[in-house]
């Protein structure tokens, strides 16, 4: 199994994502209340080496080398890519393969560097969250480190729109009674505005959040934000089943069936099964949207059981 490598996994956004972690165990800069990760601590945006980069890309080589249909290679994992003072040196290396654009997904808090700027310059795709339109909504939603500068994050996703040769989406997450008024979605309608990405995706919570408050918006909310964003905002769907390919179906098939023998927590699944938690928790989140499996809490972790 993998350490730093996991998937291709469907992706809603992206199709077949091949996965790159450069973040073990989870490192990021905020605790947004819907990770599907779990709460830890956010961390202050001082960027250092999580992981050895030439392990890194011996198994990516070796993953591609292997073969498969890859629609992107996207560096995301466990928390915040742009910690990592090895993201460019990630992303060309992965450029270098020449078999699949690069994405990257942030949080958007180091954009106000110039350094990391420059970094993601290489990337193809580039998918900041913009999840709150103003400091006291990030710091309800998004939890981020004090050292955080919210005004500051945003000029730095304007001044990257402004340079970036790439794509550059945006990624909003909607949640209940926590960012998704009316006058929060026309407030997030500015700043699109301002940003002027490539396009934005409007979705809310599709797998279990760290925080239960964290609740879905239905779907004719998301409807409405899309029509209040404008322009070129889409919804993110559920998964489809054009989006499992033959390896999915076989972890589900697996994960199903412990899971009608007993309950487990996502890295108790990943270390029965040898598939990397990530892998893992997409599986799950497909059970779950198929309504065959649910999350409960016991023992102050989440467990995840067959429903009968």
């Avoid at 955080?148 to 945003?154: K, L, Q």
Wanted: glycine share 6%.
């Amino acid at each position: 199994m993998s350490k730093y490598i996991y998937g291709p996994v469907p992706s809603r956004r992206l199709g077949r994502s091949l996965g790159v972690d450069l973040l073990l165990p989870k490192s990021c800069t905020v605790n947004c209340v819907y990770c599907q990760i779990g709460s830890v601590e956010p961390l202050p945006p001082i960027r250092k080496r999580f992981v050895d980069p030439a392990e890194v890309e011996f198994e990516l080589r070796e993953r591609v080398e292997s073969g498969g249909k890859t629609d992107y290679i996207t560096l995301s994992g466990s928390g915040e890519p742009t910690l990592s003072i090895d993201l460019g040196r990630i992303i060309r290396f992965a450029k270098s393969l020449d078999v699949a654009p690069v994405c990257v997904l942030t949080n958007g808090t180091f954009l106000s560097d110039r350094t990391v700027r420059e970094e993601l310059y290489a990337a193809d795709v580039v998918i900041p969250n913009l999840d709150a339109a103003d400091k006291a909504t990030f710091d309800k939603v998004n939890r981020p480190h004090p050292d955080i500068d919210f005004d500051a994050m945003i000029e730095g996703i304007v001044q990257f729109s402004c340079e970036f040769e790439g794509k550059l989406l945006l990624e909003i997450v909607l949640l209940d009674g926590l960012n998704d008024s009316d006058e929060h979605l026309h407030k997030l309608s500015k700043l699109v505005h301002r940003i002027k990405p490539a396009g934005v995706w409007v979705g809310s919570v599709y797998r279990p959040p760290s925080e239960d408050f964290a609740k879905p918006v239905s779907p004719e909310k998301l409807d409405r934000a899309r029509g209040i964003i404008g322009g070129s905002a889409r919804i993110i769907e559920s998964f489809k089943a054009s989006d499992i390919d033959v390896h999915y179906e076989a972890l589900i098939g697996e994960i199903e069936a412990l899971l009608k023998r007993r309950p487990e927590t996502v890295p108790n699944i990943s270390m029965s099964l040898g598939a990397n938690e990530h892998e893992v928790f997409k599986a799950v989140a497909i059970l779950i949207t198929e309504g065959k499996v649910r999350a409960v809490k016991m023992n102050d972790k989440k467990y995840y059981e067959f429903i009968v």
